[in-house]
């Protein structure tokens, strides 16, 4: 029967299938407004539909039963955000909008994929056969019957059913797309050119830094002028600027020597144990998992082959002493075959060893005993593995191992029958227990850090220049970041969630608690909240002046670019001509110019040969070529170019049909101040 342990863990699987499927993780705009309702704090509005606290909670509860339930670490946290952020999302637009258009998924369609007549990705991942990868309804049946006992199963169960739903009403909408595209002939001709013709030729560029920028002016106007022709390229997301300071936490010298002076203590009590390995699990120390060649170890640490102990030692920032648990003379690689059988087959495991000592064929044992089906199918042959890669419980016996020597090993509910095939040389072997001190600041030091940190957070109080004049007078430089609506963390320090949470709630001028990072402790101001929808022009002006410069530069060299023939024109503007060969419609670049597809483009388009063509403003410079011949050969046929264009089309069509819904829809996300 299957557990939901189980079904957790595919589900991993089958979240990054959904996600694609579910119009490429559908990444949208997010807000910054905080809005509250009668009682439940309103952490987000999708499409005119507000999002509660609690039902954000909810999902995200849901999402994370379905995911195996971790949390552990920052990333699956905002791994977990966001995927119950795009749950949310397909609830409240991608679902009702899609049946509105028609599109929705009948009770006899949902029978048909859990039956697997129509194979849902989501079904199969869960329910497939893990040795045969068949889909198994016996599983779904098993599961179905755990779910009126288990609240868990049901949650789970839901959610499950949710995104197979969300697949097949993705799948509808990519399919209708896909059938209102079509290739005619005229593309596929012109495709099969491109594809079949290539050009050799020879061209001539004048690079745009052959003229100064001195001499190139761009006015203010031009660049507004600019800005408002193309303001759709600068949409941004709405952020607040913040400043903060930064108390580093280090340890002084009186900390390292109080440091050094308890580790060397310990190291003279360390060196004195008889029980190695009890005094390292005391000291909550490690354990080397495998034991460790001699030859690997440095010529400081080649002691602990001698039994001696190696420290202490400082390595960086951290004091080190290790010390020999056992010593081996071990063979440095063997080679090994195995019968795996249950615990409970403990006489069949006897009669196997009398037989296999006995001269029976081990391969033929292992095919047809043998539990590890993988190994079982190739005589129970696991290859030649370093000594290093055996398990410390069976470093005992495989040690003193002779080639042809049968060996049966009982751990936890397995037996393992090994048979040794080959044994090389051997060398010293060593099971090390180590002990480990950081050099960190002690509460002293962090409670002088943290009282400068308190006087500066009361001076600095009030304003951003009250805050840069405090940052003067205790010689800390002040840094910036930019919080975006919707990030958890800032980018420019770990582990900064809370920070960013006070931030999104933050008024310009507030100033914040101190954070403690761990290593140091942080103070933040914000600066400015900019909720505009456009990058401003000041921003961007840089960017573009240097398209207005290009331009007008190509226009200064259209002129010295004129001439009757490409010898003429290079004579005169003093460069050299240079050669081309093969120039596809699909290259992006020409020769030695890496990245020029408009110049290549034009190669590729050109009919006439021996012409000299109008210049072409590319990305470094100005460009007139001359193509001398036309290359042809049959590498495509028309109906490959076809279907090539056909599935080309149909995924830039899905694709665009993601971008076009995520303008369509109206998106708040409100959760900063709370996850």
């Not at 198994?136 to 599961?143: C, P, R």
């Not at 003279?268 to 008889?274: D, K, L, M, Q, W």
């Amino acid at each position: 029967m299957i557990s939901l342990n189980t079904m957790r863990t595919r589900f991993g699987i089958v979240l990054s299938v959904v996600i694609v499927l579910a119009l490429l993780a559908f990444i949208i705009s997010l807000g910054p407004e905080m809005g509250f309702g009668s009682k439940d704090p309103v952490v987000g509005v999708i499409n005119g539909d507000k999002v509660t606290y609690t039902e954000y909670l909810d999902e995200y509860e849901t999402v994370k039963a379905g995911n195996g339930g971790s949390e552990a670490t920052d990333e699956q946290a905002d791994a977990l955000a966001r995927t119950t952020w795009q749950s949310l999302v397909a609830k409240n637009f991608i679902v009702p909008d899609f049946n509105k258009a028609g599109l929705e998924v009948t009770q006899a369609e949902r029978l048909s994929m859990l039956s697997g007549e129509h194979p849902s990705q989501v079904f199969y991942s869960m329910f497939a056969d893990q040795q045969t990868g068949d889909y198994d309804v016996a599983q779904i049946s098993a599961f179905l019957s755990q779910i009126n006992s288990n609240p868990q199963y049901q949650s789970f169960w839901s959610y499950l059913n949710s995104q197979a739903v969300l697949e097949r009403l993705s799948s509808k909408f990519a399919g209708i797309v896909k059938a209102g595209t079509f290739v005619n002939s005229l593309e596929v001709e012109q495709g099969l050119a491109a594809a079949n013709e290539s050009r050799n030729g020879r061209y001539v560029t004048l690079p745009y830094t052959t003229i100064a920028d001195s001499l190139v002016t761009v006015t203010d106007a031009e660049i507004q002028k600019f800005y408002d022709e193309h303001k759709s390229l600068y949409k941004k997301l709405p952020n607040r600027s913040l400043t903060y300071v930064v108390f580093d936490v280090e340890p002084t010298e009186e900390d390292m020597k109080a440091i050094e002076e308890k580790v060397m203590a310990i190291g003279e009590e360390f060196a004195a144990v008889e029980d190695v390995r009890a005094y390292v699990r005391k000291n909550m120390g490690t354990i080397t998992e495998n034991y460790v060649p001699a030859s690997l170890l440095s010529e400081d640490e080649a002691v602990m082959a001698e039994g001696k102990q190696y420290g202490p030692v400082l390595n960086i920032n951290e004091w080190e002493i290790s010390r020999p648990i056992d010593i081996k003379d071990a063979p440095d690689s063997i080679g090994l075959s195995h019968i795996v059988l249950s615990a409970q087959n403990a006489s069949m495991a006897d009669s196997l060893v009398t037989a296999l000592k006995g001269g029976a064929d081990f391969a033929a044992a292992a095919a047809a005993h043998s539990a590890a089906t993988a190994t079982a199918q190739v005589g129970g042959e696991l290859g030649v593995l370093p000594f290093s890669a055996i398990p410390v419980e069976l470093a005992g016996e495989l040690a003193a191992a002779k080639k042809g020597d049968i060996i049966k090993t009982e751990a936890g509910e397995v037996i393992q029958i090994f048979k040794v095939t080959r044994v090389d040389a051997k060398s010293k072997h060593i099971l090390i227990g180590s002990l480990s001190f950081p050099v960190e600041p002690s509460s002293a030091t962090r409670r002088a850090v943290h009282s400068s940190a308190s006087l500066f957070a009361v001076d600095a109080k009030g304003s951003v220049d009250k805050f840069n004049a405090s940052a003067n007078t205790a010689a800390i430089t002040p840094r910036v970041a930019r919080l975006q609506q919707g990030e958890r963390s800032l980018s420019v320090l770990e582990k900064s969630h809370e920070i960013a949470r006070w931030a999104h709630g933050a008024k310009v001028g507030e100033i914040s608690e101190i954070f403690n990072m761990g290593n140091a402790y942080v103070i933040a101001m914000v600066t400015a909240i900019d909720d505009t929808k456009y990058l401003p022009v000041s921003e961007v002006s840089l960017s573009i002046t240097q398209t207005l410069r290009r331009d007008k530069k190509f226009a200064m060299l259209q002129e010295k670019l004129a001439g009757s023939s490409l010898e003429a024109i290079a004579q005169s503007a003093g460069v050299e001509v240079k050669p081309f060969e093969n120039v596809k419609f699909s290259d992006y670049g020409v020769a030695d110019m890496s990245l020029e597809p408009r110049v290549a483009g034009a190669i590729a388009s050109t009919v006439e040969t021996g012409k000299l063509s109008a210049p072409i403003q590319g990305y470094s410079g100005a460009v007139v070529f001359v193509v001398d011949n036309v290359n042809k050969a049959e590498t495509q046929t028309a109906e490959a170019e076809k279907v090539l264009q056909q599935a080309n089309l149909e995924a830039v069509a899905t694709q665009a049909s993601v971008m076009a819904l995520q303008r369509m829809v109206e998106i708040e996300d409100l959760r900063g101040q709370y996850f």
